[in-house]
Every structure is written in C-alpha cells, then in structure tokens.
C-alpha cells in the first residue's frame, strides 16, 4: 500500500484589507517558518491548505501573523 497523503485546513475569522501569512512548526520549543505565501483577507474567513505534511508529522502547530 502507498504512503498516506493528509494535508491539514487552517482557517480563521478575517479583518477586512489585511494580509495575512500561515506559520507553522512541528516542535514548539523551535522557531515558527513561513508555510504560506502572503494571503489577502478574503469573505468573512480566509484558509490555507497545507500539502506539506507530508510524511505526516506527528503534529504540527499553526500562526497566523498579519504583514504588510
């Protein structure tokens, strides 16, 4: 059998004219990276899909931080 592919949503509550970036680690005790692009604020939420989990990590924490 093949690998399993799981990619995780991550979605929140917008601010009109904002953009935003998804950051992400799998260890808290290391830094936050960049796993999106910038995002513009778009309908009453915005989400990202994250295909980079894959291998599946064991777990994965998210931020969401608001740039220029």
Do not use: C, H, M
């Amino acid at each position: 059998s093949g690998a399993k592919i799981i990619y995780a949503i991550v979605v929140w509550s917008r601010t009109p004219a904002l953009n935003y970036r998804v950051l992400a680690t799998t260890n808290l005790g290391q830094p936050f990276a960049p796993a999106s692009p910038v995002i513009p604020a778009a309908g009453s939420s915005t989400s990202f899909l994250d295909v980079s989990n894959t291998p599946q990590a064991p777990q994965k924490f998210y931020e969401i931080e608001v740039v220029p």
